[in-house]
């Protein structure tokens, strides 16, 4: 299977634990997207990468979450002291820019839940 | 990024034709309208996109409005698989989602 992977697939932490998610993209993609989703709503943007640059950040990501994208392949989204607000489901997304057009493709998410 | 509005939810007999409409008034000129559609737990597929023509791929067709500010999103024969939530979306660098609206596929 090629598609977008994630890992893990599910997380439970106690509240004012870190926790660190990892996303591996399809592999000649070159942007990477997260996005947080929680029960009911459609996915909110977090943040995206173009090979290793973070380009955007949504306003909405508080300084506890950081992601990195070192060598512009895999990703890694770290939540800091977790709060039971940030129990939701963490999707993946990569995308090829400069191809016909720029569908994103998404992976089957890690859903974290904090006690 | 222009923001989209679509109705909370919708029902569509099996073998029937399900119709989605979006609105996105707000949407400028270079934007593309996207559909994508999301099954319960798993995370949201691509359907289709497009501009300003009407477009239509193996999975379903896409109907804009000349002025853009509104388009459908058209499964031909809908089958109790097509059960999910579908999102339209206005692509600018954030992609802003809505809730979506819930489809249900009645036998």
């Known amino acids: 299977d090629t598609g977008v992977s994630q890992n893990p697939r599910h997380k439970i932490t106690k509240r004012g634990q870190n926790v660190t998610f990892r996303c591996d993209p399809i592999?000649?993609?070159?942007?990477l997207y997260w996005y947080r989703q929680t029960l009911g709503q459609g996915p909110e943007f977090l943040t995206y990468?173009?090979?290793?640059?973070?380009?955007?950040k949504s306003r909405l990501l508080s300084d506890r979450f950081s992601a990195e994208r070192p060598k512009g392949s895999f990703s890694t989204l770290e939540i800091q002291r977790t709060e039971q607000g940030d129990s939701a489901m963490y999707l993946c997304a990569s995308s090829l820019v400069g191809a016909s057009y720029n569908e994103q493709f998404f992976g089957p998410g890690t859903r974290l839940t904090v006690l | 990024d222009a923001k989209t509005t679509q109705p909370t939810s919708m029902d569509c007999a099996e073998g029937r034709a399900a119709n989605l409409p979006c609105n996105h008034s707000?949407?400028?000129?270079?934007?593309?309208v996207y559909w994508y559609r999301q099954i319960h737990s798993q995370g949201p597929q691509y359907i289709i996109h497009?501009?300003?023509?009407?477009e239509t791929n193996e999975m379903a067709s896409l109907i804009i409005t000349e002025d853009r500010k509104s388009s459908t999103l058209i499964l031909p024969h809908a089958t109790l698989r097509d059960t999910a939530v579908y999102y339209c979306i206005a692509l600018g660098s954030q992609l802003i989602w809505g809730a979506g609206t819930k489809l249900i596929i009645k036998p």
């Open positions: 707000t949407i400028s000129g270079n934007e593309y």
């Open positions: 990468f173009q090979n290793e640059a973070q380009l955007e």
């Open positions: 592999s000649e993609h070159n942007r």
């Open positions: 497009g501009l300003k023509n009407n």
